[in-house]
């Protein structure tokens, strides 16, 4: 029961806020110290497993790229390009970044897109730029809402495609441990039975940028009315 | 080949290059925590393989106590005005859309071209890790696009990805933190003390009970440690091999694939999965930490509710 200790760390310290950093690694360290591993043994292994994971924080070197062309104005590119759009709404637009998500995921395609690759860069400025075609400048907490969204639908897209995908790790994890446990299964079989959870992840975070979209125009014209009245 | 080694090389220079434009940057007077910082992660890019294992636990320390004690802070390289980005944005027009869709246009033609070519015998592209190998590629590329379509000066790229870094800051470096996290946890034996008190203490007589302890438990157990794929071993083993699929006859493909996707929807509520739900809204600039994961939440509850209802509807005999 002690080993659970270092989980409490990781609950109570992110919840309470503190630097994550620092609560990973005091959480590695309760946990040795509770299983009776040495301090030095953990921060080996925390070192040796952080050396093995570099290619985890290897995709930042995409962050010039995104930095060089929003210095260039792309974000501003992007509100424009929606502008032209008078009649796309924000529920459409993310509908359909959500479907793209997941057709490209489920293709094996993941890195095609990602918060810093298309979020940050094009799909938050669209999205901003949809909601503000209707009413105007948004106040902070209403564009930091959409970003938000955006992010979201990214993830909820990506998660609920990739497994589609045959060649996916969790797949393999999948298959790896089920042969070991003496049940032998194609990649394929189990890829099929993702496509039942695509289609409701669909449904169902489809319907709720449609309501997100719907609150964003009553808050909106609740909003212009109360200008009105003043 | 291109190896892996490559990009680490690439990733190394870029950090070294943010340490350095940090030390000199006299807008923040934090300017040397993030020199620091950003020096540890380039060596750790450069020279990770040398240090040993100690060595690499003393450097996850010490960027842990610069981040925890506020060392950090936001560096402001020169960059354009709101005001002269609409200007360059009408001026350019569509042409912005060349770099930023060269991205995914070149990994595409990396994936799918470059990738099954060998040269001499050896493959092209490091199998493994082809797509990372193709994403470094493709950021190249589109950077020389930038700066030659878009008339962008030659450090530009650094400088604003270094200011993007900043934004970010910590967050950038806590999933892979978290990874080692999960090895310590690990060795400690986490997984299979939670695997044992779930199977111990659970009722699971019937088949909507166990569908419901495997599938909520892969979402909670997937909370804890952060991703799924440290679930999936040990409540399958403790609960989705021996009673779904032995004692209810469940199929194998159909329980193991909902119990993994079920873990996803715990992915979608826990700040341990940062790369997906803590860096985000670090690099949207959203005041509120977790605002990323509060959209989430009624997605990822709807979704479990989905899962269970498939795999009880539809991965048992009738």
Redesign the interface.
């Known amino acids: 029961?002690l080993?659970?200790l270092?989980?409490a760390v990781?609950?109570l310290g992110?919840a309470a806020?503190?630097?994550?950093?620092?609560v990973?690694?005091v959480?590695?360290l309760v946990?040795?110290l509770?299983?009776g591993?040495p301090p030095?043994t953990?921060?080996?292994?925390?070192?040796?497993?952080?050396?093995e994971?570099?290619?985890?924080?290897?995709?930042?070197?995409?962050?010039?790229?995104?930095?060089?062309?929003?210095?260039?104005?792309?974000?501003?590119?992007a509100r424009?390009?929606i502008a032209r759009f008078r009649g796309l709404s924000v529920g459409p637009l993310l509908i359909a970044y959500l479907l793209f998500r997941q057709i490209t995921a489920a293709i094996?395609?993941?890195?095609?897109?990602g918060?810093?690759?298309t979020?940050?860069?094009?799909i938050?400025p669209m999205a901003e730029g949809a909601v503000e075609n209707r009413v105007g400048r948004l106040p902070p907490e209403t564009t930091?809402?959409i970003?938000?969204?955006?992010?979201?639908t990214?993830?909820?897209g990506v998660?609920?495609g990739e497994?589609i995908f045959v060649a996916i790790?969790?797949i393999l994890?999948?298959v790896g441990?089920?042969s070991q446990?003496g049940?032998t299964?194609d990649p394929l079989?189990?890829?099929?039975?993702?496509i039942?959870?695509a289609v409701?992840?669909f449904l169902?975070?489809g319907t709720?940028l449609v309501l997100f979209d719907l609150g964003l125009r009553r808050a909106a014209q609740r909003a212009s009315r109360t200008a009105a009245a003043e | 080949m291109i190896k892996?080694g490559v990009?680490?090389v690439?990733?190394g220079l870029?950090f070294a290059a943010f340490a350095v434009f940090s030390a000199t940057d006299r807008s923040n007077p934090k300017r040397l925590g993030n020199a620091a910082f950003w020096g540890l992660?380039s060596l750790?890019?450069l020279a990770?393989?040398r240090?040993?294992?100690?060595?690499?636990?003393?450097?996850?320390?010490g960027?842990?106590?610069i981040?925890?004690l506020?060392l950090l802070g936001r560096g402001q390289p020169a960059?354009?005005s709101?005001q002269?980005?609409?200007?360059?944005?009408?001026r350019?027009?569509?042409k912005?859309?060349i770099?930023?869709l060269a991205?995914?246009v070149v990994?595409?033609f990396a994936?799918l071209v470059l990738k099954p070519l060998h040269v001499a015998g050896q493959p092209l592209l490091e199998p493994k890790?082809s797509?990372?190998v193709?994403?470094?590629l493709a950021?190249v590329i589109?950077?020389g696009l930038?700066?030659i379509l878009?008339r962008?000066p030659i450090l530009?790229?650094?400088?604003?990805?270094?200011?993007?870094?900043d934004t970010v800051g910590?967050?950038?470096?806590?999933?892979?933190?978290?990874?080692?996290?999960?090895?310590?946890?690990a060795?400690?034996?986490?997984g299979k003390?939670?695997g044992d008190l779930v199977t111990h203490w659970l009722p699971m007589d019937t088949r909507a009970a166990a569908v419901a302890v495997y599938c909520l438990g892969m979402a909670g157990f997937t909370m804890?440690m952060g991703n799924?794929?440290a679930a999936?071993?040990v409540l399958?083993?403790g609960v989705g091999?021996p009673i779904l699929?032995h004692r209810f006859g469940g199929h194998?493909?159909?329980v193991?694939?909902?119990g993994?996707?079920s873990g996803?929807c715990g992915?979608?509520m826990t700040?341990?999965a940062?790369?997906?739900?803590?860096?985000?809204?670090a690099?949207?600039e959203?005041?509120?930490?977790y605002?990323?994961i509060?959209?989430?939440v009624?997605?990822a509850l709807?979704?479990l509710a989905?899962?269970m209802v498939?795999m009880y509807a539809?991965a048992f005999p009738r």
């Not at chain 1, 970003?147 to 979201?152: K, V």
């Not at chain 2, 530009?156 to 870094?165: C, D, F, I, W």
Request: proline content about 6%; charged content about 10%.
């Open positions: 029961m080993t659970l270092g989980v990781v609950v992110f806020r503190f630097n994550p950093l620092l990973v690694v959480a590695a946990t040795g509770a299983a591993v030095l953990v921060l080996a292994t925390l070192g040796k497993a952080f050396n994971n570099r290619f985890v924080s290897a995709v930042l070197i995409v962050l010039p790229l995104v930095g060089v062309v929003e210095r260039a104005g792309l974000q501003e590119r424009t390009l094996g395609l993941i890195s095609i897109g918060h810093a690759q979020v940050r860069p094009l938050a930091h809402r970003r938000a969204m955006a992010s979201a990214e993830n909820v998660f609920f497994d790790g969790s994890l999948m441990f089920l446990s049940i299964l079989q189990l890829s099929v039975w993702a039942p959870s409701c992840a169902i975070h709720r | 892996l990009v680490y690439l990733a870029m992660v750790s890019f990770g393989d240090l040993g294992d100690l060595g690499n636990g003393f450097l996850v320390v960027l842990a106590l981040a925890g506020g960059t354009t709101p002269e980005r609409q200007a360059l944005a009408a350019f027009g569509e912005l859309f770099p930023a991205l995914p990994l595409v994936i890790q797509t990372l193709s994403l470094a950021a589109a950077i930038a700066l878009l962008q530009s790229p650094l400088q604003e990805g270094r200011r993007l870094m910590w967050a950038a470096l806590l999933p892979q933190v978290l990874a080692a996290l999960g090895a310590v946890f060795l400690a034996g986490v003390v939670i804890i799924a794929f999936f071993p399958t083993a091999l699929m194998p493909a159909a193991a694939s909902l993994m996707l996803f992915t979608l700040p341990l940062a790369n997906f739900n803590l860096v985000p809204p690099l949207l959203l005041p509120d930490r605002a990323v509060k959209a989430q009624p997605t709807l979704m989905a899962n498939l539809f």
